[in-house]
């Protein structure tokens, strides 16, 4: 039953999906100022140990997209969504991690919260894999299926990305590795979970057909990039 669910997926929604998905993904600024609120927020509710906050700063980061993009790169085996993806996965753990360290700097006090210090204790255990596979595997399928994308959030909240990007930038202004370290364990622990399961979602409902209307999608994003820039620049 399952399989069925996944194979009869019509033309126009997987069309609509890659449009979708690489849309959330594009390296633009707008993607950028939106990691870094929802890594502002993440430290904030560390530092101070709020919970709500954390799962507040959940909601808004769109770290998710770039993750389940880069499935569809791999399975489609497009070098140029891969390259793309990979750029804007990697200048966004490098903002998050950047920002969460000077705001640290300007307003921890030095002491560990509750929350943080979680992280300092994270290790890798078949629990954590588990929730990250199942996660991914919710993502890619509520995205290809326009009636179920409202719960996007409520996946985004149950697989932690954006806390731990900020946890470890609160570990490398606090000098405190341990933290750091567990930190980002547990981050390519999440990630490579939902990159797998992705994977495997997106090879069943064979998204591979796709190639040609994916390269076309990512050529018009990236003249909207482009003209982004562009105007940015005068």
Do not use: C
Not at 9 to 15: L, M
Not at 66 to 87: A, F, N
Not at 179 to 189: E, H, W
Not at 198 to 207: A, E, I, P, Y
């Amino acid at each position: 039953m399952p399989i069925t669910l996944l194979d009869h997926i019509s033309s126009k929604e997987k069309d609509a999906t890659i449009e979708k998905l690489f849309s959330h993904s594009s390296p633009s600024q707008d993607f950028f100022l939106m990691v870094s609120l929802s890594v502002i927020m993440a430290t904030f509710g560390l530092l101070i140990d709020s919970p709500m906050i954390v799962i507040g700063s959940m909601l808004i980061a769109p770290i998710l997209y770039p993750i389940l993009s880069l499935s569809m790169g791999i399975v489609m085996s497009d070098r140029k969504v891969i390259g793309r993806t990979l750029l804007t996965l990697g200048t966004a753990i490098v903002y998050a991690s950047i920002t969460s360290v000077v705001l640290t700097i300007l307003f921890g006090d030095g002491t560990r919260s509750n929350a943080t210090a979680v992280y300092s204790q994270a290790l890798p255990s078949l629990p954590h894999v588990i929730v990250a596979v199942v996660a991914g595997f919710a993502a890619a399928f509520a995205l290809v299926k326009p009636q179920l994308s409202e719960m996007l959030p409520g996946i985004a909240i149950s697989v932690s990305l954006i806390p731990p990007l900020a946890a470890v930038g609160i570990g490398i202004a606090s000098i405190d590795f341990a933290l750091a370290r567990g930190a980002l364990l547990l981050f390519i622990i999440n990630l490579v979970g939902i990159v797998f399961a992705g994977m495997f979602v997106f090879s069943l409902m064979n998204f591979y057909a796709k190639k040609t209307v994916a390269r076309e999608v990512l050529q018009e994003e990236e003249k909207e990039l482009k003209k982004e820039n562009e105007k940015q620049g005068k």
